[in-house]
């Protein structure tokens, strides 16, 4: 079964309900899933988008803020949710397609201003929760898997729009980096972008801060899509559709897609 998947974080299901349903409707992804939807799952648009063929749907929501979603064509059934960290957000669904995958959905906390979890909480929380996940992929080693979601690091120099300024910048400090890979490699992840597109600079998330977003062009690359290692060669077909940000009041990041025959 060949499948595509996109991940996204929408900042606000509800706010942006019509552009997700846009999206559903012009790339038609098999699976969505969403982070920061800031909703609780009973005032998420559920009906509308199983109205546009996305009837199976995993969720976790929190009033106001964090939040993750699966929508999915395809049957699907929940596979769990972990609160790393014990931080009592609701970042984590997993959900098993009819083919078996498990597909997990992510959001990793920002970790705030400061690089430094002594005078910065967030920062702290970040690290601990890569850990956290790190010890649990250690632990529970996937198998026919897929790991999506807003990770909030932009591991590589060509993942940010200009690495030496951005060492010391949440994201890109090489504590972060350190974790990522960790984490990455204590569940054999293999990032399915970067093996499809693997040199040049790649982004999926433009500051609302810069008023030219597109040609100023700084952008990091927070978004991801790994494959365990069992199925990795299975995934194609990746791309960031960097022409989303651009669309009207619209989320901060711009969705990242790949195709999986499984």
């Avoid at 949710?81 to 098993?96: N, P, V």
């Amino acid at each position: 079964m060949t499948f595509s998947l996109a991940t996204w974080n929408i900042n606000s299901v509800r706010l942006r309900e019509a552009l997700v349903l846009k999206l559903l409707d012009q790339e038609c992804p098999d699976v969505l899933c969403l982070q920061e939807c800031k909703s609780p799952v009973d005032k998420m648009p559920l009906e509308a988008f199983a109205a546009a063929g996305y009837n199976h749907v995993v969720a976790r929501g929190q009033k106001g803020y964090n939040g993750v979603a699966i929508l999915s064509k395809i049957p699907m059934q929940e596979a769990g949710s972990h609160d790393f960290a014990s931080l009592g957000h609701a970042r984590h669904i997993a959900g098993k397609l009819e083919n078996g995958a498990t597909i997990h959905n992510f959001y990793v906390p920002a970790g705030g201003d400061v690089a430094d979890r002594k005078v910065n909480e967030k920062f702290g929380q970040k690290l601990d929760y890569l850990t956290e996940m790190r010890d649990w992929f250690r632990d529970n080693r996937p198998e026919k898997s897929i790991l999506v979601g807003d990770l909030n690091i932009a591991p590589r120099e060509d993942d940010v729009w200009d690495h030496k300024k951005l060492l010391k910048v949440v994201s890109h400090t090489p504590i972060e980096v350190a974790h990522f890979a960790e984490t990455q490699a204590a569940g054999g992840w293999v990032d399915v972008t970067r093996q499809d597109i693997p040199d040049g600079r790649l982004y999926s998330w433009w500051s609302y801060r810069a008023k030219d977003w597109d040609g100023a062009d700084k952008g990091r690359r927070l978004d991801h899509i790994w494959a365990s290692s069992d199925i990795s060669q299975s995934a194609h077909s990746s791309r960031v559709l960097r022409s989303v940000r651009g669309w009207e009041k619209p989320s901060d990041h711009a969705p990242v897609f790949a195709s999986f025959d499984l």
